[in-house]
């Protein structure tokens, strides 16, 4: 606040820039959620034969996928942390990252599903004539959904991690620690968990209120009869009834009530647990064996799922029990639908740009109480925030256009970038600016000539993930978009329900091209620019 | 030149004053509808699940593009549903001019939808150039028993067809009683897609048109009573289908799209689809084996037309009207018929095209239905609703 006191103008822009992605929500929600606040309305949804089932199936994918994730990237760190084994890992995430959950899904169904990848190996030596009564995919409860959110979010996790762990003053910690004559599942435990957990508990919010109203993946993954409850809510709210609109509505209110609660709970008892834990004793443990490399299953079903993708793509005809393609084609490369590709990148591209400069001027001038306000979107389900986008976009008659669809996706991408930044740049030397000050810079220069080109790393990687996350939008880009721009996503989710598997693969790799093109466009340049300095890398 | 310019300008201002004004209902003449087109685009909503189809309206839109300079965008919708919506929320936001859907693919409840709340343009379709060359014997006049008025123009017409594989099933069931002995026989690998799927829905009719007691009562809008009366024996008979249907008959595909693929893997002994020619379409681009086969019911199988109409909003109206005659026109349904292209039936009177054309349409390819499947009438539209909520009452959850 002192910054912001000190300089009007900074806190100004920064004020109206963010508030131009958000204010027009606040009559947006109204319009889209005002008719849903009737006793008749709460009353058609209870009683909907669906309903109940489909908050199941909400429930356990959603919390199950989230807690999975949580121990997959919690139990690697205390593995691996530090080792050179930790490092591979990190150099290994990006790729990873830059699967979109949508292909990711696409890939593991390919894996997964009666007809796919394991049980085909499966029938190869047990001479299977047809697929098996499997019911790895489409489970009633959302289990092969929950598996398959556990695995993506366990890398954005990892990756939050890294980010973190790579931070001097946890790997100084660290040393001091080992040097003592602590393990490092103790030092883990006594000193870097009670730290890092809390710096996790935003991304992990991020990573639950995403699975709890995920469209493209339960489609894809998710069970059918009846769908979770985000893809009942999002049938609801684009159906032609007026009175199931309403219904979609109130049950997107519901996602956001087991949002609060969950978060309520898990907070509550993370108190509890900082408030009863044990004084540390002094006591020096031996260092535990090195156990089974966790990271190669955590790793290694992201890079099946891309194999099988890849193979998908080039494949001509490829039935059940085959295990390979009968043969393999360029073709559906040659002849792919190249328009959601370009489509898909220009619009990555303009919102990634637009975004990077509005959140160096947030977190250098912004009210900083208000950083919460901006996570919002990240922690409320997308469904209402996009029927509200809707809403003030046809009002304003911007509705199908370019500028709509830009605008919709600055609520995901801003908040991500900031997310991903934050950390760094509030662990920024103070003294550094102090100096820069000192030597007679304007904070403005500071920040140009000192600030920011040290903090370079975390902000090209800031910019990729803005470039990923808009890459990945589904509903902004059905709705504001007005279905008439087709991206890579939407092409991919809508090719999923069924049409060409080889198709599918193509358009679901392309996905997962564009964000990888940015992360190694991101870390090229980091490599670039800090090859004479050791500390900036 | 400059003042020739604005004298064009001003004179499409007067043109559009003209259109919009209530008063003047008397429709265009055609030369003036087609200047009018020229420049505009047009954003044809259209299912987007097919690559046939959507590679046939990417062809479609490059020939109005270099006949008439209309521009046509695809739009690919997943639902049909969708698209009324957003008409719908369109209007009600005041939005009544300036709409973002120009041309919708559509027929049945969609269409019943649209037309009973006012929010399509017309009548136009039956004063289309194209119009003399279409087949009045053809339900071109009537959408699932809704008179069409001229507010939607026929683009194709479809009849329900069953795909299986020759080599796994070389007898194929031809009736509701036929399918539930297969279904037993087979356990696990014969399903439906789950309404309200279109074609789960269809399938739902197909069923109750083989076993209502009832039939005339299908074709009048439903009433508690005649639903009362003509469907207990449809619910009879799925009560004893779905235990032996894909996982018990407690989840079912999502599509048909995906039952075909199901059916590729032989997770499925069965598919189904709307096009006769779909499996020679699917053969072709490699989704299904070269064993598979098209057939039909003995006592004859759904059948309809479906359209194309214009939202009261749109924005490109003529320009929508030129591309809407372009695809009822002879070349383009002689080109929609061929199997290699498409295989969509034609709603034209074929004896009336020149030979050439007539034997475009008359080309079948190996997996296309060839028996002669009798064809019968769908149920009145108001039936969709009614048997998609009393089956996702009954079956819509565990």
Not at chain 1, 370 to 390: E, F, G, K, M, T
Not at chain 2, 116 to 143: C, F, I, M, Q, T
Request: contains cysteine; proline residues 7%; aromatic residues 10%.
């Amino acid at each position: 606040m002192a910054h912001a006191e000190r300089h009007p103008l900074g806190a100004t822009l920064a004020l109206a820039l963010v508030g131009l992605v958000f204010v027009p929500l606040l009559p947006g929600l109204l319009w889209a959620m005002g008719p849903s606040l009737s006793a008749s309305v709460w009353q058609a949804l209870l009683t909907d034969p669906q309903f109940a089932q489909a908050l199941l199936a909400t429930l356990v994918s959603s919390l199950f996928g989230t807690l999975l994730a949580c121990l997959m990237a919690a139990g690697l760190a205390t593995r691996l942390y530090p080792s050179p084994a930790w490092q591979r890992l990190q150099q290994r995430l990006p790729l990873l990252l830059s699967v979109p959950h949508a292909a990711f899904a696409v890939g593991l169904f390919f894996l997964i599903a009666p007809s796919g990848w394991l049980a085909r190996a499966t029938g190869y030596f047990l001479s299977w004539a047809s697929p098996p009564e499997w019911v790895t995919v489409q489970d009633p409860y959302g289990l092969s959904l929950a598996l398959a959110l556990a695995f993506k979010e366990s890398w954005f996790l990892l990756w939050v991690l890294a980010g973190v762990l790579g931070e001097q003053a946890v790997a100084r910690q660290m040393a001091v620690a080992r040097s003592l004559g602590y393990s490092a599942a103790q030092t883990w435990r006594l000193v870097l968990w009670p730290q890092v957990a809390p710096r996790l508990g935003w991304p992990v919010a991020a990573a639950f209120a995403y699975s709890l109203s995920v469209v493209d993946m339960a489609l894809i993954l998710g069970p059918g009869n009846p769908p979770t409850l985000a893809v009942l809510t999002w049938h609801w709210l684009s159906d032609p009834d007026a009175r199931l609109q309403t219904q979609g509505g109130a049950a997107s209110m519901v996602l956001l009530a087991l949002f609060s609660v969950s978060a309520a709970l898990a907070y509550s008892g993370w108190r509890a647990w900082v408030q009863r834990r044990a004084y540390p004793t002094g006591q020096r443990l031996p260092a535990v064996q090195r156990p089974w490399p966790w990271q190669a299953p955590v790793l290694g079903v992201g890079y099946a799922a891309l194999g099988a993708l890849v193979v998908w793509s080039v494949a001509q005809s490829w039935f059940f029990p085959a295990l390979w393609p009968d043969a393999v084609t360029w073709d559906n490369w040659r002849y792919a639908d190249a328009a959601p590709f370009w489509t898909t990148l220009w619009l990555a591209l303009a919102v990634s740009l637009l975004c990077l400069p509005v959140v160096l001027i947030w977190l250098e001038w912004g009210p900083k109480q208000l950083n919460a306000v901006l996570y919002a979107p990240l922690i409320l389900p997308a469904l209402p925030l996009v029927a509200a986008q809707y809403a003030v976009l046809l009002h304003l008659r911007l509705d199908a256009s370019l500028l709509a669809l830009v605008w919709s996706h600055l609520l995901w991408v801003l908040p991500y970038m900031l997310l991903t930044l934050v950390g760094a740049y509030r662990a920024f030397d103070a003294r550094l600016m102090t100096s820069a000050r000192a030597l007679g810079c304007s904070q403005l220069q500071a920040c140009l000539r000192v600030k920011w080109p040290l903090l370079l790393r975390p902000l090209l990687l800031a910019w990729a993930v803005g470039f990923a996350v808009s890459v990945a939008q589904y509903l902004p880009t059905l709705f504001a978009g007005g279905g008439r721009f087709a991206t890579v996503t939407t092409e991919a989710v809508a090719l999923s329900a069924g049409g060409s598997r080889q198709v599918l693969a193509v358009q679901a790799l392309l996905q997962v091209l564009l964000p990888l093109a940015a992360f190694a466009l991101a870390f090229s340049l980091v490599r670039l620019r800090s090859r004479n300095r050791q500390g900036l890398r | 030149m400059k003042f020739s310019n604005a004298k064009t300008a001003l004179s499409a201002i007067a043109f559009s004053l003209v259109l919009a004004a209530p008063t003047s209902a008397k429709a265009l003449d055609w030369p003036q509808i087609e200047a009018q087109a020229k420049g505009q685009t047009v954003y044809f909503n259209a299912w987007g699940g097919g690559e046939a189809i959507n590679a046939y309206i990417a062809w479609a839109a490059k020939e109005v593009q270099a006949r008439y300079g209309v521009t046509v965008q695809h739009v690919k919708i997943t639902d049909a549903a969708e698209v009324v919506k957003r008409v719908q929320t369109e209007m009600a936001a005041g939005r009544t001019t300036d709409g973002s859907v120009d041309l919708m693919w559509v027929n049945g409840e969609n269409f019943r939808n649209l037309k009973s709340n006012g929010l399509l343009y017309g009548p136009w379709a039956e004063a289309l150039p194209s119009w003399g060359l279409v087949d009045l014997k053809k339900p071109v006049r009537s959408d699932f028993s809704v008179p069409t008025e001229g507010f939607e123009a026929p683009w194709g017409t479809a009849q329900l067809t069953f795909i299986a594989n020759k080599a796994v099933t070389p007898v194929p069931p031809r009736s509701a009683a036929e399918l539930l002995t297969f279904a037993k026989a087979n356990p696990g690998r014969v399903s439906y897609p789950k309404p309200p799927d279109f074609h789960g829905t269809t399938f739902l009719k197909q069923l109750l048109l083989n076993l209502t007691p009832a039939p005339a009562l299908l074709q009048q809008p439903v009433t508690p009573q005649a639903f009362a009366s003509a469907t207990p024996a449809l619910w009879a008979y799925l009560d004893q289908l779905h235990p032996s249907l894909w996982r018990a008959g407690i989840a079912f595909p999502a599509s048909a799209a995906a039952m075909h693929r199901m059916l590729a893997d032989g997770e499925l002994k069965m598919s189904l689809t709307f096009n006769p020619n779909e499996a020679a379409n699917l053969i072709a681009s490699r989704q299904l084996p070269s064993s598979a086969y098209s057939f039909g019911w003995t006592q004859g199988t759904i059948g309809n037309v479906h359209f194309v109409a214009i939202p009261a909003n749109a924005r490109a109206k003529a320009g929508a009207q030129v591309f809407a005659n372009f695809l009822l026109s002879a070349p383009a349904q002689a080109h929609k018929a061929d199997t290699r292209v498409w295989g969509d039936g034609s709603v034209l009177d074929v004896s009336k095209l020149p030979p050439d054309l007539q034997a475009l349409m008359r080309n079948k390819a190996p997996g296309a239905l060839t028996e002669s499947v009798p064809t019968l009438a769908e149920p009145h539209a108001s039936w969709v609703e009614a048997l998609e909520t009393e089956w996702l009452k009954r079956y819509g959850a565990r």
